[in-house]
């Protein structure tokens, strides 16, 4: 199989992204063409993971990153570069691929933590708008970097780029040509802009086509024709024309035509003598080379080549609360796999009339719609209000009758308790009471909400026969024989809700038993280990994952509090980081390898991005720790010990628990939390980011150096980072050998994201789903993907990885 070989030339640049609305396609687009190879590159539609697809002459498509979801692409003449997709506020990244027959590679390394979007890419550079408000440039020579003030609309030539302002008027940056581009268009109010190799055409306010650049006897002007999107090559101009979506061709030695005949087309984009568009029946794509007097030909996939290419997005996935200006995109929501809608360009009628076109309109049709308007809202308001009053006066006689009782004593439940059992009791105030009162110190109060979760696992019990294992009831008498008595030699470890113990049940599988330590005389009170075995009953009730240590069943009796879960045979990730005694010599040999420590490092983060943003409501582990991640006999890595885990139901408004009483793990907590006693989801991340530093040094979280002065490994690794003073390998685990320079690039990652978790500040910390699409990416490194993508370098303020 022939593939194609991409090599990223500008590294992960891990900002923080929102994508933004421009007016019209511009440069950044869901297609790309990288005309001096001949290549062409998409986004996938209709997959929940919207990765590139590339084609190039007559080899077979290449799927890049296909466990990354990209939000926009841009091509130039050797390479295209991509934005990452992903919530406001996320982690996000910037990757740019050459598609040349080398593989060689060249680095370019940008950090920040401000939205970016509108990705445009010229011959010799690359450009973005960050946080809607300044352009930035990579490669930037003759440009003044960066370009204050809000523009959309961005698009690159050869050497400059043009953007539209705020005002509606051009300006440009970089060669002569942008500033000769920029005075042409000085008098013109524009709604969107795209650029040729030396040239830009775009579409007035007023609907009009006009181009402009280095040579204006380009004949590029289309005359009266008003256009819904525009291509613009090397030296002709293709369009979408507004009356029947089907495009015409013009220019410079190009003969006028319709290269796809009477075919509806929804998006097109051009480079070089080769253009590309999306067939609106089918949404595959279609490219031609222009018909001109010339011989001259250029590269360009095969129709064979092009028909093997998926189905590719006709515009952005924008979130599915976005508001469209003009219509949304038929099926959107199935194109962005239920996670956003698309956007359709504004045609002609639909956009807001030029002053010409206004004051044409009597007086009377002027003012009549803003009368009807404002009626209309104004009735509405009013019946609103009607309902509301209504509504209002009948609840509260109705509440005099069926107010719930304040609950005395641990007694039955009224009928309206039970009521709020049924499903549709997930509205936020109700689960926010079921939750917190996990943590309530009063005994009768916990009496109280443990048999509420029994009666649950009671329910489940009738329920299917896999839900039932998993929440089997035992008998203290069972799990005392599983133990031999709770044998000495049957210990294995100890969490924060008592001792764990090895044992065999009656059907001869292997389990593990954490016994709260408040059914042995003189350990900690009874109250404190209710809490801890209610809060992991209660969680293990409603979730499971691959990633989490899986749950068999429980045991209540009197004070002994008893929890089964499924054995992991190759215990904690800590005993085989730090050597103890019960890991073998051949089990050692296991994590000499960076392949297998970073695939553990991506089972934890999938586990934990499966509690943050799967479980409902959201779960804070609160103690992400190398001794609470556990091994299975085909070491994948599973997350335990959930005593101190809390619901985010039980958070304010911003996701943060303030009166919650500080729990976790010297070393690991965040500092905001135990300082602050400010906890969130970030606070998981700071603590899985030391379990990947823990990872990559082979150093506990808190050790002591060659003076014997204790130290966290977080302070070890910036002491040793600062201002770039030092190289990965200097902090590295010296008993595990780095192969190959791939490799080192990996680890370079997964060591610049665990920096990034572990940051003082949480706002400036990513999410989990951000941290786990790093370490796939690493991981990818080591499965040699097709892709043969390379992830370099991620380089911060202040600690730099080289």
Partial sequence: MNSIHFSVVFLVVLVFVAVVGVKATGSASTIAIIYGTGTVCGIQAKLPRRSIVCARGSEEPVHLMPNVSFASISGGR????????????????????????????????????????????GITHVSAVQNETTIDFWRPRGFHNPVHGKYSS?????????????????????????????KSFSNLKMST?????????GIRTNGSLVCHGNDDNLHLDSGNEIFSQLAVGENYVCGILNTNQTVVCWGNGVVRHSPVGNEPLVLIVAGGNLTCGLLSRNLTITCWLPTTTSTHQELSPTPTALQSLPHFLPGFCKPSDHSCECAIFPNSETLCSGTGVICKPCMRNDTTQSPEESSQGGGRSRWFLPFVIVGSVGSFMGICTFVYWMVTKFCKREKVHNSVQPTIAGGSTNSSQKKRSTPNSRSPSLVRSVSNSIFLSNSLKLISKSSSIFRRIDRQKSGSSSTMDRNKEFTFEELSKATNQFALSAKIGQGSFGTVYK??????????????????KGKRPIEEKENAFISELELFSRIHHKHLVGFIGFCKEEHEMLLVYEYMKNESLFNHLHATPAITDDDAEILKSWKTRIKILLDVARGIDYLHNYAVPPIIHRDIKSSNILLDRNWTAKVSDFGLSL???????????????????????????????HLTTKSDVYGFGVVMLEVLTGKKAIFKDEGRIPISVVEYVEEKMKGGRGKVEDVLDERVRVSKREN???????????????RLEGIERPNIGDVMNNLEIAFAQFEQTPSHHHVVDIADDDITFR
């Fill in 78 to 121: 050797d390479y295209f570069c991509g934005i990452t997709e992903t919530r406001t506020g996320d982690l996000n990244s910037m990757f740019c691929w050459t598609t040349n027959k080398n593989d060689t590679q060249q680095k370019r390394i940008y950090t920040g933590q401000t939205p970016l979007d509108q990705v445009s890419v």
């Fill in 154 to 182: 961005l698009t690159s030539g050869k050497d400059f780029t043009c953007a539209i302002g705020s005002d509606d008027t051009v300006s440009c940056w970089g060669s002569p040509t942008g500033n000769n581009v920029m």
């Fill in 193 to 201: 802009i795209v650029a040729g190799t030396s040239h830009v055409c």
């Fill in 503 to 520: 044992g065999k049940l009656s059907d001869g599988r292997e389990v593990a038993i954490k016994r709260s330590d408040a059914g042995i």
């Fill in 647 to 677: 619901s985010e139901s039980g958070s304010d408004s911003e996701g943060t628990h303030s009166s919650i009483k500080t729990a976790g793990t010297l070393g690991y907590m965040d500092p905001e939390y135990y300082g602050l006693n």
């Fill in 744 to 758: 080192m690039e990996a680890i370079e990652l997964v060591a610049n994201t665990a920096m990034f978790c572990v």
